[in-house]
C-alpha cells in the first residue's frame, strides 16, 4: 500500500481530520443560541464515536442533525443541570475571594474539591446522553457512578480534556487559538476523549 493511496494512512487521517472539521463548525453553529449546547454536545460524542468504530453516517450531517434532534429534550435539561452546578461554583468562588488567612484557604480548597467533583461527572453526561435511554437525573447518577468507579479513567480523562484545552488556549497567539476553537478544537479534545469514554462505557456495559 503507497503511503498517498485513497486507502492509505495518509488519506484516512486527513478525512477524519475534515470530519472532525466538519463536526466542530455544526457544533458551534447549531450551539450559538446557548441553551441548545447540551443537544450539541451530545450529538458531538456520538459523531466521534462513530469516527473511531468507522461507523459513520456517509453523510455526516445527517447523523449530527438526528443525534441533535433525538437528545434535543435531555441534552437542554442536562445542559440546565451543568448551569446552576456552573453558577454555584462561580459564586462559591466570588465568596471565597472574600476570606483571608485560614478560612479563605479552607474556602479554595473546598471550592477546588467541588469543582473536581463537578467535572467527575460531567465529563461523562453529554457522551452517555447520546448512547443511552435514561432520563436526566438518571443520566447525572449514572455518570458520577461511572466516575468513581472508574476513577483511574476518569482522572485520566480529565488530564486529556484540561490539558488539552489550556494547550490550545494559553500556548497559542489569541488570534489563532479562537480560529482553531471555531473549527477544530471543541471536536479534536472531544475526539481524544472518547476513546476513554468508549472504554469505561464499554465496562459497564453502555456501549458495545
Known sequence: MKLFDSDGPIMEVLGKLSDLIFINCTFVLLSLP????GASMAAMYECCFSLIEDTEDPFLPRQFWKAFVRNFKRGTGSWGISLLFILFLGAYALVSGMFTGTLGQMY????FVLLFLFLMGFQYVFP???HSD???LQVWKDSWKMAVTALPWTALNLVIILGSTAVCTLLLPAN???YLWAFLFFA???FLSSFIIRHVFKKFGVYQ
Do not use: D, W
Open 176 to 178: 489563532m487559538a479562537v
Open 108 to 111: 479554595r480548597i473546598t471550592f
Open 128 to 130: 452517555l446522553l447520546a
Open 34 to 37: 446557548v441553551f441548545t449546547i
Open 188 to 190: 479534536l479534545i472531544a
Open 134 to 136: 435514561s432520563k436526566v
